[in-house]
């Protein structure tokens, strides 16, 4: 079965920082992948997704993320965060078979420290 | 253009009682997601329209739990009776039927269910 792990619950980083998120993936061939982002009182925002291509997706907001199918991993990064970036964010893996549901991480809640 | 719009945002209800969620998607939007999250758990596919019809319902957690999309409009999910463990946020999503567009779901900010 799918899964997907996002190994931190709860990331602090000074504003201006650069910042990674990490997100690996268990499944049998590389399924459709995504970073969502879900602020406090909104539903969750598609941030970048990659289905093929090249491996470095550029998202909304000034976001990343790299496809590294050696590692099974779909990391989100971003150069200098802002305090508007304070927000749960969530991995997610998409069946290329068929199936069209989403198979999510547990999340990680990022606060940013002035 | 509005976005998924969902009702209640949040409702506390008591172990036994009946609560009915809505969802109203994205004007247009044929696919219509339900997903789950428990506390400090991940947000978890329950079922998916088609227009009015039923293309997948594995996530469904048991036969308390009831879908429907009549007109292939809103949806509305019934929980009768409601159980403690229910309790969660419950997300609703649309997309659009065309193949480039159907991963890109579009979620409603959730409705936080108490069972108390």
């Known amino acids: 079965a799918q899964s997907v792990t996002q190994p931190d619950i709860h990331i602090t980083v000074s504003e201006g920082a650069s910042l990674e998120l990490r997100c690996n993936y268990s499944y049998g061939a590389t399924p459709y992948l995504f970073w969502y982002v879900q602020s406090p009182g909104q539903g969750l925002q598609l941030l970048l997704k990659?289905?093929?291509?090249?491996?470095l997706v550029q998202g909304i907001k000034g976001f990343e993320a790299e496809f590294k199918r050696s590692q099974s991993s779909f990391n989100l990064r971003k150069p200098s965060v802002h305090w508007s970036d304070a927000a749960e964010y969530f991995c997610?893996?998409?069946?290329?078979?068929?199936?069209?549901?989403?198979?999510f991480g547990q999340g990680t809640r990022l606060t940013i420290n002035p | 253009e509005a976005g998924v719009t969902q009702f209640p945002s949040h409702s506390v209800i008591e172990k036994g009682q009946t609560v009915t969620l809505r969802c109203d998607p994205i004007s247009g939007h044929d696919n219509l997601y339900w997903y789950r999250r428990v506390m400090g758990k991940e947000i978890k596919f329950l079922l998916h329209f088609v227009k009015e019809s039923k293309q997948d319902e594995s996530g469904m957690p048991n036969n308390r739990f009831l879908a429907e999309r009549t007109g292939g409009t809103y949806s509305t999910l019934k929980v009768q009776p409601a159980e403690l463990e229910d309790s969660g946020v419950y997300f609703c999503a649309s997309s659009q039927l065309r193949p480039d567009s159907l991963y890109e779901q579009y979620f409603g900010p959730g409705t936080r269910l108490t069972v108390t």
């Open positions: 990659y289905f093929s291509g090249d491996t």
């Open positions: 997610a893996v998409g069946d290329r078979q068929g199936a069209q549901k989403l198979v």
